[in-house]
Structures are given as structure tokens and as C-alpha cells.
């Protein structure tokens, strides 16, 4: 069966996201196919994290419909389903959620759990793991820079490596929709730049998803071909990354920044940045 007739990875249809009466979300409609992959934009406060706490599950809707990988979230959801349904999404948020007391290798081989079965799934609750999944963490770490830190608690870890095993252990999870909150807030240029090439790993099996809270304007490139623009709670745009223009971002991001005649002949995102430099 292709990918396509699976459905949606992502289907939003009239919904909305209320505290008590202030709206955070309105989306009429939202469609996101497999094997896309979509950056989320938009100021402080747009509802940019609401979104992707919704497609996750850690968002419960006030209103309207959320289909997540063919399965309708909700109370009604089936526990074997919502099971289904955390396999196969991947969370890399802001709070990390990796165990303090467990090295690095090992909080990287809690992704592969699912994965796991017969006596290979009995002996993990020992935290004895196929040797085959020890070379795997092993080799996830390494290519974001972490290949000596893998015997290392989690606790003893900085803010940049937790982040880095936290996105090593979904791509052993190897889930079909990976949702991404500010994957590189407050990482160096090289840090930053492997985790979009590990981010860009973890989703390049057929079908697998990519949907990314993005802050860095410039990373768009690297993380997305379609960028969806939300301001107060609301989708502004759904567009190509090629139909991006500066006036467009601008106008997103609010005013007071313009560009210059000079850098009319750049890339529209390096213009926008350097207007709000």
C-alpha cells in the first residue's frame, strides 16, 4: 500500500484550542501528507507549540476534529490505538523527557523499545539490548557529536547534549510522523547544524513525516519545503518555501523592519534576516 493510501498524516478539520474564552487555535483546515516535511513560523505567542502539542496528543482540541496517522484523537481513541499512536509519533519538545539516572546510550535505546520483541522485549527490562541495537545507538550518537558521552548519565549531560540524545533516541524509535519543538533553540552553528542533519535522518524512510516549530528563520532550507505562517492562533499562509517573500515575513513577524535596495538580488530569507539584524 503506498503512502498516499494510508491518508493524511495530519488532518485538522474546524478546530479550535480554548482557555476558558480566549481561543489559542483556530484552523479551519489542515492537511499534512506523508513524507512531507512542514515548518511551522510565526512570533512569540502565535500558537506555534499549541499546533504541535495538538498533533501530538498533549493538546486536547475544544472543538472539531484531529486525525493523527489515520486515528482520531480524542477520549473514544482505543488504548491498543493510542498505543499505535505513540509508536508511531515522535516527540522532540522542549521538556526532553529523558531519564537522569540512565546514560545516554541508554535513554537513546528506550526509542527502540517498540521495536522490540519475545525475549529480546523481556530482557530490555533487565537493559540488556541486541548487540545490533548497541551498535545503532552507538552510531546515532556519534554523528551528533556524542559518541564519547554515550557511558554518561543524563543528569551530568549540558542543555545542548541532552537535546542531541533526546533527537538520537527518536531516530531509533524510527516513528512516521517526528514533531519538533525548536529543535535548535540555544545550540551552536555546528551543534545546530547536526541536528538538522540528524532530524533530516531520523525521517528518511518512505512516508515519514516532518513537522517543525522553527525560530531560526535561515534553517528553513534545511528543515522544510513547505512553511506554514501562524499569527494569534490563526494560519495566515500555507505556501511552498519557494513562494516566500521578505514582505511576507514581515508582515508576520510585525513591523518595523525593512529591507534594503541592496539585498533585493538575495535569497528572501537571508533578506529577512538581515532586515531584522
Not at 515548518?39 to 505567542?45: Q, S, T
Not at 493510542?82 to 515522535?90: E, Q, W
Not at 533487565?126 to 541495537?133: I, V
Not at 537535546?163 to 551543534?191: G, M, N
Amino acid at each position: 500500500m503506498s503512502t498516499r493510501e494510508l491518508g493524511p498524516s495530519v488532518l485538522l478539520r474546524d478546530v479550535q484550542v480554548a482557555a476558558g474564552d480566549r481561543v489559542l487555535l483556530d484552523v479551519p483546515r489542515l492537511r499534512i501528507e506523508p513524507g512531507e516535511r512542514v515548518a511551522i513560523v510565526g512570533a512569540n505567542g502565535a500558537g506555534k507549540s499549541t499546533l504541535l502539542k495538538l498533533i501530538g496528543g498533549l493538546v486536547q482540541a475544544s472543538q472539531g476534529q484531529v486525525q493523527v496517522s489515520g486515528r482520531a484523537l480524542g477520549p473514544g481513541l482505543a488504548a491498543v490505538e493510542r498505543r499505535a499512536l505513540r509508536r508511531d509519533t515522535g516527540l522532540l519538545m522542549q521538556g526532553l523527557h529523558l531519564v537522569p539516572r540512565l546514560s545516554a546510550r541508554e535513554n537513546v535505546l528506550i526509542g527502540a523499545l517498540a521495536r522490540l520483541r519475545g525475549a529480546h522485549a523481556v530482557r530490555s527490562l533487565f537493559r540488556w539490548y541486541p548487540q545490533d541495537l548497541l551498535a545503532e545507538a552507538d552510531a546515532a550518537l556519534a554523528a551528533l557529536g556524542l559518541g564519547d558521552r554515550g557511558d554518561t548519565w543524563a543528569d551530568r549531560l549540558s542543555g545542548g547534549e541532552r537535546q542531541k540524545v533526546a533527537l538520537a533516541r527518536l531516530q531509533l524509535q524510527q516513528p512516521r510522523l517526528l514533531l519538533a519543538d525548536e529543535p535548535t533553540s540555544a545550540l551552536d552553528p555546528a551543534a545546530t547544524q547536526q541536528v538538522c542533519a540528524a532530524l533530516m535522518a531520523a525521517v528518511a524512510g518512505p512516508g515519514q513525516t516532518l513537522v517543525t516549530v522553527v525560530h531560526d528563520i535561515d534553517l528553513l532550507p534545511r528543515l522544510a519545503t513547505r512553511v506554514i505562517g501562524l499569527a494569534s492562533g490563526r494560519l495566515q499562509w500555507d505556501l511552498h518555501i519557494d513562494e516566500l517573500t521578505p514582505a511576507l515575513l514581515q508582515d508576520l513577524y510585525g513591523p518595523g523592519h525593512e529591507t534594503t535596495a541592496e539585498a533585493v538580488s538575495l535569497n528572501p530569507l537571508t533578506i529577512f534576516r538581515l532586515a531584522r539584524a
